[in-house]
T-cell receptor, first 112, second 112 residues
Framework: EAGVVQSPRYKIIEKKQPVAFWCNPISGHNTLYWYRQNLGQGPELLIRYENEEAVDDSQLPKDRFSAERLKGVDSTLKIQPAELGDSAVYLC??????????FGPGTRLTVT | GDSVTQMEGPVTLSEEAFLTINCTYT??????LFWYVQYPGEGLQLLLK?????DKGSNKGFEATYRKETTSFHLEKGSVQVSDSAVYFCALSDQSGNQFYFGTGTSLTVIP
């Protein structure tokens, strides 16, 4: 089966600009996660979806970050406006069971 | 709260050496435990898992045993190869499957 697809793979923007990341999960996976991974660190959860519903967004900085998962399939994560500290790799993962997650290749964001 | 602690790197080994990467966890109830591997420029890949005490997960020559008495899930491989060079993450899924926690990662470099 096809894996989790993310785009773009790399993005360089100036601070205060908006940016969006897209994720298409594995077919049939109802749970979708967005993580942020800072250099030399493990992934940190930003938001988790069960189908269309965001069931855990407690770690999402809501003043500048937003996410949506229309129709319960693919998802978009947006940052507006971006700050220097947002430079990181943004990972999308999906799961059928809620226990075992499958990750996409990530989007490496550089904010200058 | 639940958490995962893994040994800090970087770890450098010669080819065919024995590998151990320590991981301990704190959790209530009966979590599931995972090891993920991240190759340069890629997302995380599930390496192995264990869902209950005394389970042994294994894949590609790597093994880890879920030890509830010592709250540990150490990763081992008897003979590492250059291609094993990557960052390894220990992770925990809580009993409900709703929360996922990653360690900070251990970088492994295998030299010929």
């Amino acid at each position: 089966e096809a894996g989790v697809v993310q785009s773009p793979r790399y993005k360089i923007i100036e601070k205060k600009q908006p940016v969006a990341f897209w994720c298409n999960p594995i077919s049939g996976h109802n749970t979708l996660y967005w993580y942020r991974q800072n250099l030399g660190q493990g992934p940190e959860l930003l938001i988790r979806y069960e189908n269309e519903e965001a069931v855990d967004d407690s770690q999402l900085p809501k003043d500048r970050f937003s996410a949506e998962r229309l129709k319960g399939v693919d998802s978009t994560l947006k940052i507006q406006p971006a700050e220097l500290g947002d430079s990181a790799v943004y990972l999308c993962a999906s799961s059928r069971t809620g226990y075992e997650q499958y990750f996409g290749p990530g989007t490496r964001l550089t904010v200058t | 709260g639940d958490s995962v602690t893994q040994m800090e790197g970087p770890v450098t080994l010669s080819e065919e050496a024995f590998l151990t990467i320590n991981c301990t966890y704190t959790a209530t109830g009966y979590p599931s435990l995972f090891w993920y591997v991240q190759y340069p420029g890629e997302g995380l890949q599930l390496l192995l898992k264990a869902t209950k005490a005394d389970d042994k997960g294994s894949n590609k020559g790597f093994e880890a045993t879920y030890r509830k008495e010592t709250t540990s899930f150490h990763l081992e491989k008897g003979s590492v190869q250059v291609s094993d060079s990557a960052v390894y993450f220990c992770a925990l899924s809580d009993q409900s499957g709703n929360q996922f926690y990653f360690g900070t990662g251990t970088s492994l470099t295998v030299i010929p």
